[in-house]
C-alpha cells in the first residue's frame, strides 16, 4: 500500500508563492503518473495538475496554467507543486495522488491519496 504524505501548505497573501511536496512510501510510486488536486469547501475535487512517470509530461488544469509547476524527484519518491503568483481562489485543500487507472484528469481514476494540506490565500 502506497502511503503519500503532502506538506508545505501554509497561509500566503495574493500574490505570493508556494511550494507543495508530496513524499511517497515506496520507490515504486516512480513507475505511477502522479496528480495534484484540489478541494475547496462546498465544491467538487479539482484537477489541478499531472506529471508522468520520466517528468517530461505535463497537464494542468485552465485555473492554474501558467503559474503552477509541477515536477519530480523520482531517486526521493517526491513529488513537487510550485505555485506561484497566488489568488485567493486558490484557497483549498491540496491532494496529491498516484497510480492513476484512466484518465489523468480524473480524480476517480487515482488508486493512492494523500491526506492534504491546506493552502489558504488571503486578499
Known amino acids: 500500500q502506497v502511503q503519500l504524505v503532502e506538506s508545505g501548505g501554509g497561509l500566503v497573501q495574493a500574490g505570493g508563492s508556494l511550494r507543495l511536496s508530496c513524499a511517497a512510501s515506496e520507490r515504486t510510486v516512480s513507475t505511477y503518473p502522479m496528480g495534484w488536486f484540489r478541494q475547496a469547501p462546498g465544491e467538487e475535487r479539482e484537477f489541478v495538475g499531472v506529471i508522468g512517470q520520466a517528468g517530461k509530461t505535463r497537464y494542468y488544469g485552465d485555473s492554474v496554467k501558467g503559474r503552477f509547476t509541477i515536477s519530480r524527484d523520482n531517486a526521493k519518491n517526491t513529488v513537487f507543486l510550485q505555485m506561484n503568483s497566488l489568488k485567493p481562489e486558490d484557497t483549498a485543500v491540496y491532494y496529491c495522488?498516484?497510480?492513476?487507472?484512466?484518465?489523468?484528469?480524473?480524480?476517480?481514476?487515482?488508486?493512492?491519496w494523500g491526506r492534504g494540506t491546506q493552502v489558504t490565500v488571503s486578499s
Open positions: 495522488a498516484a497510480d492513476p487507472d484512466g484518465s489523468w484528469r480524473d480524480p476517480e481514476a487515482y488508486q493512492f
